[in-house]
Nanobody, 114 residues
């Protein structure tokens, strides 16, 4: 059974920082592409960042220079360091894993910038 468990969300003031974590189980983490998505109220879920099994990263333009995605294969975990948070970053953040064409999702963690 695949489980992706996010943590680290919360309330933060504009300009603040948060670090999201996602612990994975039930997948071969080292060969999986991991990602973070977010969904704001009334909007569709959107990609924030991905990191491949080879540690290649991709971030959407709106978070470049502010967010960093990383992974620790020894801990089966992926992280999203979010700095200089803005009001428009408020959303539920979801962890995603893609392994051999199958996609898995976590339950999400709320990030609120107020």
């Amino acid at each position: 059974q695949v489980q992706l468990v996010e943590s680290g969300g919360g309330l933060v003031q504009p300009g603040g920082s948060l670090r999201l974590s996602c612990a994975a189980s039930g997948i071969i983490f080292s060969i999986s592409t991991m990602g973070w998505y977010r969904q704001a109220p009334g909007k569709e879920r959107e990609l924030v960042a991905t990191i491949s099994s080879g540690y290649g990263t991709n971030l959407v333009d709106s978070v470049k220079g502010r967010f960093t995605i990383s992974r620790d294969n020894a801990r089966n975990s992926v992280y999203l360091q979010m700095n200089s948070l803005k009001f428009e970053d408020t959303a539920v953040y979801y962890c995603n894993a893609v392994q051999i064409g199958k996609s898995y999702w976590g339950q999400g963690t709320q990030v609120t910038d107020h």
